[in-house]
């Protein structure tokens, strides 16, 4: 089978997204992210969400799921797998070349890998997840999956809503549209370690003289909780700690530069995994635009 996708990955700060858009220009393509957070809105300068990299040239590279959800909401990998699929469907009617690029190394593992998500059974583990929302969050949920409530004794307790919306989930999970088999040219972007930590280090720096604190103190100003926060991460979560005086703006650099640190190491612990199963990824060193586009140009065309 020829490829039918191409794949941009790397740790954070290589410059993945730039190189995608640059390369989706080239090659008359679209782009599907592979964020975590970047799908969310109002989520932009701790995701790092700069949409000017998808201007090439005057014109913005068509782009899918980003800032399509609300933070109060959760973004899971079912959902990101169903949204992959609609949005891939949208980019071969429109006849582009799909482009995937992120950094969730769970995420794009999904796709490569062919999870089956549909076939997914709900465990304890999801439960458990939901067991930790409050009543109304739940319920809102419910609502939003069935708008047409058969079974409104559904809604009388939360143990009965988080059975039905554990049902409903799993009847939603099981409708994915437009599933194919997907064969990926991956290109992994890297860069020395040191270099990473340096960009990491003065990224953060730019970010936090940018307005990053004042966009977490909106986001809670929009009714986002702490709780939540701490859910969304890295830097929603050290920013929240800040603004509730658990830690001074030194220790909340400090730990949060850290965190970072050890969350692109672990990106690069997913990528060796990947290639451990199997998964062939052609190295470039750093957004190498030349060298990505020879091995495009060669191995996708």
Same mark, same amino acid.
């Given at each position: 089978?020829?490829?039918?996708?191409?794949?941009?990955?790397?740790?954070?700060?290589?410059?993945?997204?730039?190189?995608?858009?640059?390369?989706?220009?080239?090659?008359?393509?679209?782009?599907?992210?592979?964020?975590?957070?970047?799908?969310?809105?109002?989520?932009?300068?701790?995701?790092?969400?700069?949409?000017?990299?998808?201007?090439?040239?005057?014109?913005?590279?068509?782009?899918?799921?980003?800032?399509?959800?609300?933070?109060?909401?959760?973004?899971?990998?079912?959902?990101?797998?169903?949204?992959?699929?609609?949005?891939?469907?949208? $980019? =071969?009617?429109? @006849?582009?070349?799909?482009? +995937?690029?992120? /950094?969730?190394? &769970?995420?794009?593992?999904?796709?490569? !890998?062919?999870?089956?998500?549909?076939?997914?059974?709900?465990?304890?583990?999801?439960?458990?997840?939901?067991?930790?929302?409050?009543?109304?969050?739940?319920?809102?949920?419910?609502?939003?999956?069935?708008?047409?409530?058969?079974?409104?004794?559904?809604?009388?307790?939360?143990?009965?809503?988080?059975?039905?919306?554990?049902?409903?989930?799993?009847?939603?999970?099981?409708? $994915? =549209?437009?599933? @194919?088999?997907?064969?990926? +040219?991956?290109? /992994?972007?890297? &860069?020395?370690?040191?270099?990473?930590? !340096?960009?990491?280090?003065?990224?953060?720096?730019?970010?936090?003289?940018?307005?990053?604190?004042?966009?977490?103190?909106?986001?809670?100003?929009?009714?986002?909780?702490?709780?939540?926060?701490?859910?969304?991460?890295?830097?929603?979560?050290?920013?929240?700690?800040?603004?509730?005086?658990?830690?001074?703006?030194?220790?909340?650099?400090?730990?949060?530069?850290?965190?970072?640190?050890?969350?692109? @190491?672990?990106?690069?612990?997913?990528?060796?995994?990947?290639?451990?199963?199997?998964?062939?990824?052609?190295?470039?060193?750093?957004?190498?635009?030349?060298?990505?586009?020879?091995?495009?140009?060669?191995?996708?065309?």
């Amino acid at each position: 089978m020829q490829y039918n996708l191409i794949t941009i990955l790397g740790p954070t700060a290589v410059g993945k997204t730039r190189l995608a858009a640059l390369l989706a220009h080239k090659f008359d393509g679209e782009i599907i992210s592979a964020d975590s957070r970047q799908v969310y809105r109002g989520m932009d300068i701790g995701t790092g969400k700069d949409l000017k990299d998808y201007e090439v040239e005057g014109k913005i590279i068509p782009y899918h799921l980003i800032d399509v959800y609300d933070p109060q909401h959760e973004y899971n990998l079912f959902y990101f797998y169903k949204m992959f699929f609609s949005a891939y469907h949208k $980019i =071969e009617l429109n @006849k582009k070349a799909p482009f +995937l690029a992120g /950094g969730t190394g &769970l995420f794009i593992h999904s796709i490569l !890998k062919d999870y089956g998500l549909g076939e997914v059974e709900f465990n304890k583990h999801r439960y458990d997840e939901l067991n930790e929302m409050d009543y109304d969050e739940l319920a809102y949920r419910l609502v939003e999956l069935q708008p047409k409530q058969h079974n409104t004794t559904d809604l009388v307790t939360k143990e009965r809503v988080i059975r039905a919306l554990m049902i409903a989930e799993e009847k939603d999970s099981k409708t $994915i =549209e437009y599933k @194919k088999e997907i064969k990926s +040219l991956v290109i /992994g972007v890297a &860069l020395p370690r040191e270099i990473v930590r !340096k960009r990491i280090t003065l990224r953060l720096k730019e970010r936090l003289q940018n307005g990053m604190i004042e966009e977490v103190e909106r986001l809670i100003a929009e009714g986002v909780t702490f709780e939540r926060l701490e859910q969304l991460g890295l830097e929603y979560k050290f920013v929240a700690k800040y603004l509730q005086n658990q830690l001074s703006k030194e220790e909340m650099f400090e730990r949060l530069n850290t965190a970072i640190h050890q969350f692109a @190491k672990r990106q690069m612990t997913w990528y060796r995994k990947m290639e451990r199963e199997g998964i062939e990824i052609n190295w470039i060193e750093g957004p190498d635009y030349k060298q990505a586009e020879k091995l495009i140009r060669e191995k996708y065309f």
